[in-house]
């Protein structure tokens, strides 16, 4: 069973940072594109970032270009997403999700975990 | 950037009824465009992809047409569980700059 497992959310002061991990399971965690979309509360969804299944292709919305960074190991089975410089607009649950197709490109998502809150408040 | 404007923003419709949702691109996807349900705490679920293909595991009653700027998410009769928030999404961009209709609330008449 394809499993995704989000962590890291917490509370954080704007200008803040949180790095967010996302545990893969029940599938070849290499073989697949990932992608991080976050959901204000309350709002619709938003992409955030992808990450190609050998991790060297990255790509970013322009909302968070410069401040984010996404990566992944392997080795680990481990999707994750550094947050540096965080905004109270960054507020939202954050959602690891994997690309339908093995060696393909990060386009659309069948699996996806259920979600870390992240609140950037003072 | 490419915009999607889904409508109406709230159907309200009866069990067994028919719903047709839209979603419109600022520019030609072709047919690079996804759906997905939520339901209330729950995450998003893969219905359709390639305009008009339905995932693994997603009844017949659910079926998306269109290409270009112009796509429709068809539910034929509605169930219960199908009252939902509906997202269409398009992949058109490389390198990927995916985004997100404001979605479609279904709700019970």
């Known amino acids: 069973e394809v499993q995704l497992l989000e962590s890291g959310g917490g509370l954080v002061q704007p200008g803040g940072s949180l790095r967010l991990s996302c545990e893969a399971s029940?599938?070849?965690?290499?073989?697949?594109?990932m992608t991080w979309v976050r959901q204000a509360p309350g709002k619709g969804l938003g992409w955030v970032s992808g990450i190609s299944d050998t991790g060297i292709s990255t790509y970013y919305a322009d909302s968070v270009k410069g401040r984010f960074t996404i990566s992944r190991d392997n080795s680990k089975n481990t999707l994750y997403l550094q947050m540096n410089s965080l905004r109270a607009e960054d507020t939202a649950v954050y959602y690891c999700a994997r690309a339908r197709t093995p060696r393909g490109v990060v386009n659309y998502f069948d699996y996806w975990g259920q979600g870390t809150l992240v609140t950037v408040s003072s | 950037e490419i915009v999607m404007t889904q409508s109406p923003a709230t159907l309200s419709v009866s069990p067994g009824e028919r719903a047709t949702l839209s979603c419109r691109a600022n520019q030609s996807l072709t047919s690079t465009l996804a759906w997905y349900q939520q339901k209330p705490g729950q995450a998003p679920r893969l219905l359709i992809y390639g305009a008009s293909t339905r995932a693994t595991g997603i009844p017949a009653r659910f079926s998306g047409s269109g290409s270009g700027t112009e796509f429709t998410l068809t539910i034929s009769s509605l169930q219960s569980e199908d009252f939902a928030v509906y997202y269409c999404q398009q992949y058109n961009n490389w390198p990927p700059a995916l985004t997100f209709g404001g979605g479609t609330k279904v709700e019970i008449k």
């Open positions: 029940g599938f070849t965690f290499s073989s697949y594109a």
